[in-house]
C-alpha cells in the first residue's frame, strides 16, 4: 500500500531518497496510482511555496524543488499516458508558458499527455513573448494555442498574447488558458476562448475544437 502522505510529505521536505523509493512503488502499481503520485507531489509542491512565502525556504529551494518535480513528472509520465489512444489526430497545436513567466514543470506535463493523445505539439519553451507566438502561429498555420502560466502575473501576459493574435487578424485560432492562477474570470479577462486545470479537460476541448 503506498503512502500518498509520506509521498507529499516527502516533496515538501525536499527528501530526494524517500521521494525515489516511493515513486518505484507507484511505476508497479499503474495509472490510478501514478494519478494519486502527481495529486501528493503537487501537494508537495504547495507546501514548498508555503514555506517560501513564509521566509524558510530561498529560491535556491525552489530550484531544488523544480528539479525533483521534473524527475518525479519523468518517472511518472508512462504511467500517467497508459491507455490513452496514442494514434495520431492529424492535429498541430502550439503550447508555451507566456512571457514573463520561466515555470514549465505543468506546461511539459500536458505536453506529454496531448503526445500520448495523438496531438502533435509545437513547445516554445518559456517566457514567450507575443510576437514570437503570432509568429509561430502563422508559420505553423495553427487553429489551437495553449498558454501556460503559473505566476498570478502571467494573467497579464495572456491578455497581450490574445491582443496580439487579434491584432494580427489571427481571431480564427483557439486560446486555452492553463496554469494555476487561471480561472473563469482570468478567462474573461484575458478573452481566451476556454480555460483549463487540468489535461484532461485541455484534451477534450481540443478534441471538440478539431472535431475530433
Ligand atoms: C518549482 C517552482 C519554481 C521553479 C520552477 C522550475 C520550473 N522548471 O518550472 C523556479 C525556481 C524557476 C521558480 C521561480 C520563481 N517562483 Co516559483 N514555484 C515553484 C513551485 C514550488 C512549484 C511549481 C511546480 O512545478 N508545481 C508543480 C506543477 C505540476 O504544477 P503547476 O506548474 O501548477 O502545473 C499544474 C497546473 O497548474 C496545470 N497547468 C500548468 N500549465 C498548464 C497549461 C495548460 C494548458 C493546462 C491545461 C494546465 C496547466 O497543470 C499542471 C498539472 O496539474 C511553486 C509552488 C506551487 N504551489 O506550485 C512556486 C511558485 C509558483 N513560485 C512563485 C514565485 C513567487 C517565484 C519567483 C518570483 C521567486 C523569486 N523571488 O525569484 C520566481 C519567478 C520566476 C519567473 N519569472 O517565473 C510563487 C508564485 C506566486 C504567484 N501567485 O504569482 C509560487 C506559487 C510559490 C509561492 N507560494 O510563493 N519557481
Known amino acids: 500500500m503506498i503512502n500518498f502522505e509520506e509521498l507529499a510529505q516527502a516533496m515538501g521536505d525536499l527528501d530526494e531518497d524517500t521521494m525515489l523509493k516511493l515513486l518505484d512503488q507507484v511505476t508497479a502499481e499503474g495509472k490510478e496510482a501514478a494519478d494519486q503520485a502527481m495529486a501528493a507531489c503537487q501537494k508537495g509542491m504547495d507546501t514548498v511555496g508555503e514555506l517560501f512565502e513564509q521566509g524558510e525556504y530561498f529560491v535556491g529551494d525552489l530550484i531544488y524543488a523544480g528539479e525533483l518535480m521534473t524527475q518525479a513528472a519523468g518517472i511518472l ?18 503550447l508555451c508558458t507566456v512571457k514573463n513567466d520561466l515555470h514549465d514543470i505543468g506546461k511539459n506535463i500536458v505536453k506529454a499527455m496531448m503526445e500520448a ?18 509568429e509561430a502561429v502563422k508559420t505553423h498555420q495553427i487553429k489551437i494555442l495553449l498558454l501556460s502560466g503559473v505566476l498570478t502575473l502571467a494573467i497579464d501576459s495572456m491578455k497581450e498574447t490574445v491582443d496580439a493574435l487579434k491584432a494580427a487578424g ?43
Not at 495523438?118 to 514570437?132: K, M, N
Open 117 to 134: 493523445n495523438g496531438f502533435e505539439v509545437i513547445d516554445l519553451g518559456i517566457d514567450t513573448a507575443p510576437e514570437t507566438i503570432v
Open 77 to 94: 509520465k508512462d504511467a500517467l499516458a497508459a491507455g490513452e489512444s496514442t494514434e495520431s489526430t492529424g492535429t498541430k497545436v502550439i
Open 170 to 212: 489571427l481571431e480564427d485560432v483557439k486560446v486555452l488558458i492553463g496554469g494555476a492562477p487561471v480561472s473563469e474570470n482570468a478567462r474573461n479577462v484575458t478573452g481566451a476562448d476556454e480555460w483549463a486545470q487540468s489535461p484532461q479537460k485541455t484534451i477534450q476541448v481540443c478534441k471538440a475544437w478539431a472535431n475530433l
